[in-house]
């Protein structure tokens, strides 16, 4: 190979990760590029990936898609953070919002205010001075104001959508840009002898199809990324035992269109509820070492909100990351990549910051291995990030009445973890460290949320007149609760944007 621009790309998988790719790649590097994506009807996508994180936003944006056409095209609703039920303790819930907890006061973190009225004695919930929370539990929802002198500057919100319609919209878009879709099935990979590159890969019907540059987006299969290049998978499972989830979409019913993902803790994992403007998806995610299929199935079908639309789909996962997402000419994205369970919504946004980084360090035919190096260190610390930030989640939890959550609080967590849950301890002290995805809040949210108050707090915070702390407290409650009732109902604002369905 020279060291010439690539000048062919050839996607492997047409779920949500491929699309978004293929609309990506033909968006941002719209002249002298080709794209084609070879996708297989026979085998299909996985079919679930509803809730997203905030930053999905932006990658809409770059793509130039306009919000109401996204909303409407997918059935999507908006999402304002996600709540969590049952996962402290039973009968327990608590909000994680998006946006941030209140304002910093005179260089002091919010919640370390938050903290230091507490143990005078004040028993107030956090969520009570984040404007997202505040207005998800009423119902209502509104944009982010750009003046950060509106208090609705607090909003931030992502979404919950069809990934199907997702993907099909982003098809649209793709093949309008030029993206060549091939339906076909890969069956083998062709490989160069002398640095074991791919030049090609054939077609079940023997077509072949060259490129310069692959990537590899086949889900969990990995044809490329592992079928050829041998990349290797980290198992998580030591820290995250989920392996497998069951999935099945009902009516709407129960509290109808919530603007939040909803998470309720199972005797052997956690249930998901996902509000879209036609149907409400579910899953249950457990650990098959507790529990079989058929008692999974049970309790998700027993734990509707309205009758099944679907069959309940099984799927299995081994929670974990590729050794190297990157290899030579091969750069994997989405479940290709690697996978941990769906608890905070990072899956698509994990396909998001990969074709970030490869369009950041896009290579040239050389494939010198610098820009994958890259590549693969900052996969590796954000794959890293997301599983400290869900391994918090099982550890901090006080159920004891089901032999997985007594495991779940015993089992061993990676070190990283340990470490910020010490400084946490101490004086409620958090950082986000290597552009971690989860900032302070969210882990504050999680922490508090899931009881544990650190033994002290950051002492600059006693430097501020108590009164005037009081005082400021009373006014920002009293600030958001009005806001958000202002704010239009979730599903009034949705038939108000993106009317029709
Ligand atoms: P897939 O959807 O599996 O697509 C793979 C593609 O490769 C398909 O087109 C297939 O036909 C093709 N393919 C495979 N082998 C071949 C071959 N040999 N030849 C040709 N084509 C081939 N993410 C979130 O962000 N939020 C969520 O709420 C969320 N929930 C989830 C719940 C569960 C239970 C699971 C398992 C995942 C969830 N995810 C979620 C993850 C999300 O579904 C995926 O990250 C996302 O859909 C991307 O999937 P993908 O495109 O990588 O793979």
New binding site residues.
């Given amino acids: 190979m020279t060291n010439g621009p690539v000048r062919s790309v050839l996607i492997?998988?047409?779920?949500?990760?491929?699309?978004?790719a293929a609309a990506a790649l033909s968006r941002m590097i719209p002249t002298g590029l080709s794209v084609t994506l070879?996708?297989?009807?026979?085998?299909?996508?996985?079919?679930?990936?509803?809730?997203?994180?905030p930053p999905i936003r932006a990658f809409n944006a770059a793509l130039g898609i306009d919000e109401a056409e996204f909303i409407a095209a997918t059935a999507g609703s908006f999402k304002l953070g996600i709540e969590f039920v049952g996962w402290g303790a039973t009968g327990e819930r608590y909000l994680h919002p998006f946006g941030v907890f209140g304002f910093d006061q005179e260089g002091v973190r919010f919640h370390q205010h938050w903290l230091r009225r507490r143990a005078a004695g004040v028993r107030e919930d956090i969520a009570d001075y984040a404007l997202c929370a505040v207005a998800a539990r009423e119902g209502r929802f509104m944009p982010p104001a750009s003046d950060p002198a509106s208090v609705l500057s607090q909003m931030n919100h992502a979404y919950h959508f069809d990934?199907g319609l997702y993907?099909a919209f982003l098809r649209t878009r793709a093949e309008r840009a030029g993206v060549v879709r091939v339906e076909?099935?890969?069956?083998e990979v062709i490989k160069e002898g002398e640095r074991g590159n791919v030049n090609a890969?054939r077609?079940a019907d023997s077509r072949i199809l060259a490129a310069d540059l692959f990537v590899d987006?086949?889900?969990?299969?990995g044809?490329l990324i592992e079928g050829a290049m041998q990349a290797g998978y980290e198992d998580w499972t030591p820290w995250l035992a989920c392996d497998r989830?069951v999935?099945v979409p009902c009516a709407t019913g129960g509290d109808g269109l919530t603007p939040f993902?909803r998470s309720t803790a199972r005797p052997a994992g956690w249930q998901?509820r996902?509000p879209l403007q036609h149907r409400t998806?579910n899953?249950y995610?457990y650990s098959s070492a507790y529990l079989s299929d058929d008692e999974a199935t049970a309790t998700l079908l027993a734990n509707l909100d309205g009758p099944a639309l679907a069959e309940p789909r099984l799927?299995r996962?081994t929670a974990g990351r590729r050794r190297r997402q990157w290899i030579g000419n091969v750069v994997a994205?989405?479940?290709?990549?690697g996978?941990a369970?769906?608890l905070e919504?990072?899956?698509?946004?994990?396909?998001q910051s990969g074709i970030s980084r490869l369009l950041a360090l896009f290579p040239d035919r050389e494939f010198s291995g610098v820009e994958a190096a890259t590549f693969n260190r900052q996969a590796d610390v954000q794959y890293d990030q997301v599983r400290d930030f869900l391994a918090l989640h099982y550890h901090l939890t006080h159920r004891d009445d089901s032999p997985f959550w007594r495991d779940a609080a015993a089992r061993a967590i990676p070190d990283t973890l340990a470490e910020k849950i010490a400084l946490w301890k101490r004086a409620g002290r958090v950082f986000r460290r290597d552009d971690d995805l989860f900032a302070e809040d969210s882990w504050v949210a999680v922490l508090l949320g899931q009881g544990l108050v650190p033994g002290g707090w950051d002492r600059m915070a006693d430097l501020t007149d108590p009164a005037m702390v009081e005082q400021r407290f009373v006014r920002l409650r009293a600030l958001f609760a009005d806001a958000a009732s202002r704010m239009p109902r979730h599903a009034d604002y949705i038939a108000r944007v993106a009317p029709g369905r």
């Fill in positions: 492997v998988g047409g779920g949500t990760a491929g699309w978004m070879v996708e297989s009807d026979a085998i299909g996508t996985i079919g679930v990936g509803e809730a997203t994180i990934a993907a076909g099935e890969v069956v890969v077609l987006c086949s889900g969990f299969r044809v989830a999935a993902t998901w996902i998806g899953g995610v799927l996962f994205l989405g479940l290709a990549g996978f369970e769906p919504s990072t899956s698509i946004h994990m396909v």
